[in-house]
């Protein structure tokens, strides 16, 4: 089991290498560097204004990072240049207010992204047959046509049982054709989490998902975190929760003025902090 | 002058013996077409300047495209629906040489364009008031911008702002009342042309009031219906 979980931590996910991130003269990163390996929970803890949330938002380029270098699936996504949505789809986010689309019942929260993509996948494809249809006309050796394994219909159809699916996962299948305003935080969370998780990501990054929480509610998010920690998900999580941290990540990194301060594991960091700052912050936290 | 009773026979005899009702039904649905389509386009090239117009305008097509929906803007909000219905009818149609038979496809394609202008105006507030998070986890989930802003952000704003519109919508079935400057016989013309042979207008035109009155009134309810049966689909 051991061996497993470190054989699968030697691939890097996606590697950050001297990122900077600057709103006008403010500069709120100066230059942080790490690797997210497979099947790895991080923790990001900090004081508020660390930059630690904006860290985590560069990550998947919601804020455009200013310098440095971002690299996923090999390809740097912090250049402006390479179409991120694309990059967008294996890199799920879950965010302090939920974000829920108000206009969308639950499950069609769930459906929409990986229909999006299916639908979009496929009509590329049929454009593409029709260009080799229309130049084989001319041609005397055919070329074949892509293969069409799947229709729009079937695209739902998969989504729509894949939305259930994870509904009945977190409990929530009644409230599969209800909107989100009539659900609680704690719901909302859920969903949000399992709407990431809908198209498969290779990592999720959370935005302190339980800081805008009913305390009561605080608990079944974390659980569910806790669940896809277990299963192997990678996580980034900016967090409050320290106990949640100590108990899940398997890597904690302090961040402070825009840098990585100190970072270890969970045992190390609140066992035996020796930045200066982050005993100062330990000790009011805990 | 004669007495009020005597106008009002006047009127009825106008309007029921000589038929002047058929003409006037026929003014009110030309009135509520020009209406309804031109409401229609307007918000159709509305919703669309005021995308152009919330756009993050980091490259270059963005910002020109911004100018030109600027520019459109206030030149339809700048001058006088008369003017452009005018300017549509006696100047574009000759120079771009096309015949027709009457004004109300111009008035239609005029009113649309020019309420085109108001309706980005008040679909970009709709746009920002809608919570910048709803487009941020759009953009995370891997949708591009346009498809958030259409698919989530979009279908609010309206929601939003479905009041506003059909304030949009009275006005511009007042504002109708103009075309008869293109020679289109609109609810107000047929109603004239009731008065015509006695060249009394008295009952005609109170009666065109209350007409216009009793369809703003319709509409303002039909509004106030729809945003609760909108709010209530979300509950």
Redesign the interface.
């Known amino acids: 089991m051991i061996m497993e979980k470190e054989m699968a931590l030697n691939k890097t996910v996606l590697s950050v290498r001297g990122l900077t991130k600057k709103f006008g003269n403010l500069e709120v990163l100066r230059g942080v560097d790490l690797d997210i390996r497979d099947g790895e929970q991080i923790a990001i803890i900090g004081p508020s204004g660390c930059g630690k949330s904006t860290f985590l938002r560069c990550i998947?380029c919601?804020e455009d990072p200013s310098g440095g270098s971002i690299i996923f699936d090999g390809v740097d996504i912090a250049d402006?240049s390479v179409n991120i949505?694309?990059?967008?789809?294996?890199?799920?986010?879950v965010?302090q207010?939920f974000?829920?689309?108000?206009?969308?019942t639950v499950k069609e929260n769930i459906m929409?992204?990986p229909v999006?993509?299916g639908v979009r996948d496929l009509r590329a494809k049929k454009r593409k047959n029709f260009f080799i249809r229309l130049a084989n006309l001319f041609k005397k050796e055919k070329k074949a046509l892509l293969p069409l394994e799947t229709t729009e219909a079937e695209i739902k159809a998969k989504a729509e049982e894949n939305a259930m699916s994870l509904l009945r996962r977190i409990g929530l299948e009644e409230k599969a054709n209800v909107?989100p305003?009539?659900l609680s935080g704690g719901q909302k969370q859920r969903i949000?989490i399992v709407?990431?998780l809908a198209?498969n990501p290779e990592v999720i990054l959370f935005d302190e998902p339980t800081s805008a929480l009913d305390p009561e509610m605080v608990g079944e998010v974390l659980d569910l975190m806790k669940q896809l920690a277990k299963e192997g998900m990678t996580m980034v999580i900016v967090t409050h929760e320290m106990g949640f941290a100590r108990e899940v990540a398997d890597r904690v990194l302090f961040m402070d003025e825009g840098k990585i301060k100190e970072e270890g594991s969970p045992a190390e960091l609140f066992g035996n902090p020796k930045d200066a700052r982050l005993k100062d912050f330990l000790s009011k936290v805990l | 002058m004669n007495s009020f009773s005597e106008m009002w026979q006047e009127f009825v005899k106008q309007f029921i013996t000589r038929k002047g009702y058929e003409n006037v039904l026929k003014g009110l649905g030309i009135t509520v077409e020009i209406a309804v389509l031109g409401l229609l386009i307007g918000i159709l090239i509305g919703t669309l300047i005021a995308v152009v117009r919330v756009m993050p305008k980091y490259k270059t097509l963005p910002r020109v495209l911004d100018k030109i929906c600027g520019g459109y803007v206030e030149l339809f909000r700048g001058t006088p629906m008369v003017v452009q219905l005018l300017i549509g009818y006696w100047v574009l149609l000759p120079a771009l040489d096309i015949q027709v038979n009457s004004g109300v496809p111009v008035a239609i394609i005029m009113f649309g364009l020019n309420s085109g202008a108001y309706v980005s105006e008040i679909m970009r507030g709709g746009i920002n008031s809608v919570d910048p998070g709803q487009m941020e986890a759009g953009r995370a989930v891997g949708l591009p911008y346009s498809t958030s802003m259409l698919k989530i952000v979009v279908p609010q704003a309206v929601k939003n702002i479905l009041p506003t519109l059909g304030n949009e919508f009275i006005v511009l079935i007042k504002e109708t009342s103009i075309v008869s400057f293109i020679a289109v016989t609109d609810l107000y013309k047929s109603f004239k042309q009731l008065g015509d042979p006695t060249y009394d207008y008295t009952v005609p035109y109170l009666m065109l009031a209350l007409t216009y009155l009793i369809m703003v009134l319709l509409i303002s309810a039909g509004v106030r219906a729809l945003e609760k049966k909108l709010k209530k689909s979300e509950r």
């Open positions: 998947n919601m402006m949505n694309k990059h967008r789809e294996h890199i799920g986010m965010f207010q974000n829920l689309f108000n206009n969308k929409l992204a999006y993509v909107y305003s009539t949000a709407r990431a198209m």
